[in-house]
């Protein structure tokens, strides 16, 4: 191509994207009562397949810059000549911040704050770097340059839709800063939404707390709060910027920063600990009449620890969730909604949570919670700057916060022992009532024990669920008698005592949480929580392919009532039946409120109840496990399984870390999912080392085919016999690694090239996975396809 064809090809292209694109500076928040965060399009978050997922760990198969889910291919000639436009675009031109009053000081930092808005600035005194808003591009429009300056974002509502604004928007607001002994209090007085409220900044040796307390707000009008989201633009970066967004998606994902990137329509905005099954809207991704039309959400992880950060160039900082965290959101943004050129992260604490509920023929009818979720708020931000400004150090960063604050303290561990789970039976429904069908009795688990034991395995941990009248979905919340078909109790108790004599630890698996409607114990109108509409709240596992509701229903119980009456009943039965320890179904991975107009139950209290629970059985019996593992379960368990291994995998995201496994190993003993159910076993066994889990299975006597036609039908192979060798080797052969490094912490994690990854211990101990089809060099060794390096320290 000639110069002169070169320039006229330039020329045109750039005409296209000028009149193709909207401008970067123009706003969408400019007219109304509405602060539109996203765009109105319909495009969804979507994510990938499990088997894609562990296909392609971390930022595999992507090139650098793209997002690992779905950017379209562009011609070599257009990238070229987008590369040829890319340096005409004029650099941002920023104004200083004006955060210069200084406010406080300790050994470590000052916090300086701007008297007219109330934004903040943190300086480190050692290293002069600085935290705090962005400045503001000069040519940004007015609107969107508030936007970003303002301390603080609130989402309220009149009656009707739920709306967003801030301080600098609304006429006539008063801002009042006063002192304290640690920082500054600011109070926000709204008087056209007749709203108030404070922010306190306390200057930390290890950063800032932003506080809300409670007792400082107040609503004297029409208007409700619903959330407010303080210093949303905190360490918020420029495209240009070299670093990422990390968000608490699963293990840990993040978000890189890129110029070019695709059109994103939402952000991340998920709750922490998962959505509340009081709310229809937060659990289903369609709300319908029709309860038949429900429509679930795909698979998805969900953000099991209250954290979120930024690293760009030398400098990060990581957001914990100190109090609040039950109600709260994560809001992760990348560059472009709203038209604004920034990656921004932050906290959106939530007083209020809204619902659709359907009455008559009316359609849908907006419903909002009458009060407000009482209870101060309060987030904290670490700095970090170095060789610590990166995911590695922010999960570092909130192990600290876990083991300094919260008081969480190492499980005790000797070596990790091969990771057993066991289903003794379930009903099938039959044309004429039902039988049930027995998958493993107490005398077939004595086999299986015996079984493991001649093939030299002495370090066992059994977990036994489906064990109790009428199996794994019986008569939940009470689980006594122990099923007359497997053994009945002087069964199980011979099993406890065959098991102890051998050394091995009995979990029982309990099910207090989600009982399945025909349980004899079951009385929905009683046990069962209600939302906004007080009807009982119906839960139906959805259909894989459609992902509508299917016959599988359940319900919820409410807390308080199901401790009373059967968790602390209970707890002495199972340690006199000689458990080793009681694994708490759904405890680790579920959270809720109850709407009941009697007796209001909001997710704080659920999880303190829940928390109560893991200490009562763990004193009781003498340990305690959940599933996927919440931050709150965290200090109270002795064993977490099938902890979050990816991410979702959404479009804006760039690959998987092991955030949470960074923040928690050392801390307390975890397993994947079991491995007899993946689908490529050598991917899971690199991710396993990689992640530094233990290896678990799930087995019966008898062969899966019995399980047709009954409730559990994930179960495709697991049949001890035929497992037995497979497992065996599986689990010697991780933990000649594993041994390497038990109780040891995750000191480093790197990405070294698209498919090879590397881990630290503790102790020195790293492992080299390499995900590909092809041999890997790493310096000078070379690690063949699938298969892993290990160097001593």
Request: hydrophobic fraction near 35%; proline fraction near 6%.
């Amino acid at each position: 191509m000639t110069n002169k064809a070169k320039k006229i090809a330039v020329a045109a292209v750039a005409a296209i994207l000028f009149f193709a694109t909207a401008s970067p500076y123009f706003s969408q928040a400019e007219g109304g009562g509405t602060e539109q965060e996203t765009s109105t399009g319909t495009v969804e978050q979507g994510s990938a397949s499990a088997a894609e997922s562990l296909a392609a760990p971390a930022e595999e198969k992507a090139p650098a810059g793209e997002s690992s889910t779905g950017k379209a291919e562009a011609s070599s000639a257009a990238t070229t000549l987008k590369q040829e436009i890319s340096p005409a675009v004029v650099p941002a031109v920023y104004k200083p911040t004006t955060a210069k009053k200084k406010v406080a000081e300790n050994s470590n930092y000052e916090l300086f704050i701007d008297e007219k808005t109330g934004q903040i600035r943190l300086v480190d005194k050692r290293s002069g770097n600085e935290w705090g808003a962005p400045p503001v591009e000069k040519k940004m429009p007015p609107a969107n340059q508030k936007f970003i300056e303002s301390p603080v974002h609130i989402r309220y509502t009149e009656g009707g839709d739920v709306r967003q604004t801030f301080p600098a928007k609304e006429k006539g607001t008063i801002t009042t800063i006063k002192p304290t002994e640690q920082g500054v209090l600011v109070q926000y007085e709204l008087k056209e939404l007749q709203i108030g409220f404070a922010l306190e900044y306390k200057l930390l040796d290890e950063g800032i707390e932003v506080r809300i307390p409670f007792q400082s707000i107040h609503e004297q009008g029409k208007a409700k709060l619903i959330s407010l989201e303080p210093v949303p633009f905190f360490g918020a970066a420029p495209q240009q910027s070299k670093g990422a967004m990390f968000i608490p998606d699963g293990s840990g994902a993040l978000v890189k920063f890129k110029s070019n990137h695709p059109t994103y329509f939402e952000p991340y905005s998920e709750p922490i600990y998962g959505g509340d099954y009081a709310f229809m809207t937060t659990v289903y991704k369609q709300v319908t009449y029709n309860k038949s039309e429900l429509e679930s959400y795909g698979p998805r992880e969900a953000a099991a620890l209250p954290v979120f950060g930024i690293y760009k160039d030398d400098t990060a900082f990581l957001g914990v969730v100190t109090e609040g965290d039950t109600d709260a959101k994560i809001n992760g943004t990348p560059t472009g909604l709203r038209n604004i050129p920034l990656y921004r992260i932050s906290a959106e604490l939530i007083y209020r949570n809204s619902d659709i509920v359907f009455i008559g023929g009316s359609g849908e009818i907006p419903l909002v919670q009458r009060e407000m979720i009482p209870g101060d708020r309060a987030v904290r931000f670490v700095p970090l700057e170095g060789e610590q400004a990166n995911y590695v150090g922010m999960a570092h960063a909130y192990r600290d916060y876990l083991v300094r604050v919260k008081g969480v303290k190492p499980v005790e561990t000797k070596r990790p022992a091969f990771q057993l789970q066991l289903l003794g039976g379930v009903l099938r429904k039959d044309m004429i009532g039902s039988t049930f069908v027995s998958m493993t009795t107490f005398e077939q688990a004595k086999e299986i024990l015996d079984g493991y034991a001649a093939a030299g395995i002495d370090s066992l941990e059994v977990t036994y669920e489906g064990w109790s009248n009428d199996g794994i979905y019986g008569n939940a919340p009470d689980h006594f008698p122990a099923e007359s078909s497997l053994g009945g109790n002087r069964g199980l108790e011979a099993l406890s005592d065959y098991a102890k004599a051998k050394g091995i630890r009995l979990y029982l698996k309990t099910n207090y949480v989600k009982p399945y409607e025909s349980s004899d114990a079951l009385k929905p109108s009683r046990d069962s929580i209600r939302g906004l509409n007080k009807e009982v709240m119906e839960v139906r596992d959805p259909w894989v392919t459609t992902n509508q509701p299917s016959w599988k229903l359940f319900y919820y119980l409410k807390p308080d009532r199901v401790y009373d009456k059967y968790i602390a009943e209970e707890a002495g039965k199972l340690a006199e039946l000689g458990a080793g320890g009681i694994h708490l179904q759904y405890m680790g991975d579920t959270l809720y409120s109850d709407q009941s107009s009697d007796t209001p139950y909001n997710r704080k209290q659920t999880m303190e109840t829940w928390t109560k629970a893991m200490d009562l059985m763990r004193s009781q019996t003498g340990h305690a496990s959940v599933d996927y593992g919440f931050a709150y379960a965290l200090g109270h368990v002795d064993r977490i399984d099938g902890v979050p291994m990816d991410s979702s995998h959404y479009v804006y995201e760039d690959g998987s870390v092991p955030f949470y496994q960074i923040a928690v190993r050392g801390l307390v003993p975890y397993t994947g999912d079991p491995s007899n159910l993946q689908d490529d076993p050598r991917v899971w066994n690199l991710r396993l080392l990689e992640y530094g889990a233990m290896p678990s299975y799930l087995l019966t006597y008898e062969d899966s085919s019995l399980l047709k036609r009954t409730m559990v039908d994930g179960l495709f192979s697991s049949n001890y016999s035929k497992w037995l060798k497979p497992s065996i080797d599986q689990y010697k052969k991780l933990t000649e690694v594993l041994n390497l490094v038990e109780g040891q912490e995750i000191t480093d994690h790197e990405q070294l090239n698209t498919y090879v990854y590397r881990t630290t211990y503790g102790n020195g101990v790293q492992v080299t996975v390499n995900y590909d089809s092809e041999p890997a060099r790493v310096g000078d060794d070379v690690i063949q396809p699938y298969d892993y390096l290990v160097r001593k320290g």
